[in-house]
C-alpha cells in the first residue's frame, strides 16, 4: 500500500493509490484501460465491454467505476456492469472486463472512468 496515497511518486500523472491497484507501482509498462464497442449483427445497441488492469496484489483498496451521461453528475457503475471475464497476465496484474447492461447501455452517452477505492 503506497505510503502516500495521494502522492505521485513516480512523476507519472496518476495517484500512487491509483498505480497502487492498476498495478503501475509494479515496475512494468501502464496497461490502458479501454471501452469496446460490439456491434450487434440484428441491430440491437452494440455491446460494450470495458476493460482495465488490477494487481493481483492490491489487498488494501480496489478498482471503482463511476458513469455520467453528462460529465457532470457522477453514479457509482456497479449497477450498470455484468461481470464479463478475467485474464491473468502472468505479472501479477490480471485484465478484468465488465460488460454495460441495460439501462445505461441504451443511454444516448455514457462516459466511464476508474476510481481506486479503499474499504
Given at each position: ?41 440484428s441491430g440491437s445497441p ?10 493481483l496484489g492490491a489487498e ?46 441504451d443511454a444516448p452517452r ?10
Amino acid at each position: 500500500f503506497p505510503r502516500n496515497p495521494t502522492g505521485d511518486s513516480d512523476v507519472n500523472g496518476e495517484r500512487d493509490l491509483v498505480d497502487y491497484v492498476l498495478g503501475s507501482d509494479l515496475g512494468l509498462p501502464p496497461i490502458r484501460s479501454k471501452i469496446i464497442a460490439e456491434p450487434d449483427p440484428s441491430g440491437s445497441p452494440a455491446t460494450l465491454r470495458l476493460s482495465y488492469p488490477v494487481s493481483l496484489g492490491a489487498e488494501r483498496a480496489h478498482v471503482g467505476v463511476s458513469y455520467s451521461t453528462n460529465l457532470v453528475t457522477w453514479m457509482d457503475a456497479a449497477p450498470h456492469l455484468e461481470w464479463f471475464s478475467r485474464e491473468a497476465l502472468g505479472d501479477g496484474r490480471a485484465l478484468m472486463t465488465w460488460r454495460v447492461i441495460s439501462p445505461l447501455r441504451d443511454a444516448p452517452r455514457i462516459f466511464l472512468r476508474l476510481r481506486a477505492v479503499e474499504p
